[in-house]
């Protein structure tokens, strides 16, 4: 291993490692939740080196900020979430589980390293959109209809979107988008990972809506799939646009 793979490797732990303290004395992340983020954080780094790793990091920026912001309008109309937001392993490995096993992926098959780059930023694209629609939507939403039967609904339930949340959601798979592209190249891939990170945050809304709704999947399943089904919706138009 060259010096500077050495130095590296060294900075990334560092960097880990203080994130993982200052997450658990921010009481953002709890103590396992806080090691799980670091090993899947580790992961990313080895496949997508740091571009990978900002991504999550600023997916994990952008839902810290989203769960606080409008905290106390949150909390008088009973939306708040548990524990002040703070972050259980499960809820690690729901949102970023999949960027995990495809920075292994990507460091394992270096020849498919550009399928998997777009498949990682597009996870967590997804979950960026999902975090940043559901929490800045119940502030900012206006109108709040069923995913399902298009119908009003009551702001804050499984499956209910709003325009306002929608927009959000996608802005936050546009800052994900640019990070990739500073990372690997201003390409047409930005687009597939705004496109897929938007498909994943609506299925994660029509899961919500009826699986989650009806008890038959936990809220850190939807999340999962969420993410799944972002990364496989920008492979497939990766397959698509490749041939």
Known sequence: MQLSTQIQY???LLILLTGMILSIKAQKLTTPAAITGGLLGFLVFLGAGFPGLIMMASFFVMGTLATSWGSAYKASMGLA????GRRKASQV??????GGILGLL???????SELFHLM???SFASASSDTLSSELGNVYG????NIISFKPDSRGLDGVVSLEGTLLGMLGSCIIAGIYGFGFGWTWNLVWIVLAGTVGNLSDSILGGTMERKQYLSNDAVNFLNTLIGALTAMLIYSIVSQ
């Not at 490995?93 to 999949?98: E, F, L, T």
């Not at 990507?106 to 498919?112: A, G, P, V």
């Open 10 to 12: 060294i900075l990334v």
């Open 81 to 84: 979430e548990e524990n002040k």
């Open 93 to 98: 490995i729901a949102n970023a589980g999949v």
């Open 106 to 112: 990507s460091w394992l098959f270096t020849h498919q």
């Open 120 to 122: 990682l930023a597009a």
């Open 142 to 145: 206006k109108r709040f209809y």
